[in-house]
Nanobody, 126 residues
Framework: QVQLEESGGGLVQAGGSLRLSCAASGRTYSGYYLGWFRQAPGKEREFIAAIRWTDGNTYYADYVKGRSTISRDRTKNTVYLQMSTLKPEDTAVYYC???????????????????WGQGTQVTVSS
């Protein structure tokens, strides 16, 4: 059973930074992709970044390149999303997701992921 729990959300001023954490249940995640998505009110869920657990390869949506970094800590079974230069339009619920059997070309699609956390709210004030 894969269990994911996000933390680190909160209220931050525009231009600030935040690091989100996703703690994964205690098992090996070899072969898994772990991704971060977000959903703003009234909008569809959108891809932010993903990391392949085995080798640490990372993938980013174009709109966050240069201001977000995804990383993992194998010893803590945790994935991080470091975000900087936050904007009010970054306000959303941020979700962590995981899957192993996906087609590697579709890491950016939310329906490629079978396991999801409950989400953590990020609010960026202007």
């Amino acid at each position: 059973q894969v269990q994911l729990e996000e933390s680190g959300g909160g209220l931050v001023q525009a231009g600030g930074s935040l690091r989100l954490s996703c703690a994964a249940s205690g098992r090996t995640y070899s072969g898994y992709y772990l991704g971060w998505f977000r959903q703003a009110p009234g909008k569809e869920r959108e891809f932010i970044a993903a990391i392949r657990w085995t080798d640490g390869n990372t993938y980013y949506a174009d709109y966050v390149k240069g201001r977000s970094t995804i990383s993992r800590d194998r010893t803590k079974n945790t994935v991080y999303l470091q975000m900087s230069t936050l904007k009010p339009e970054d306000t959303a619920v941020y979700y962590c997701a995981a899957d192993r059997g996906m087609n590697r070309l579709y890491y950016y699609k939310d329906d490629s992921y079978a396991y999801w956390g409950q989400g953590t709210q990020v609010t960026v004030s202007s």
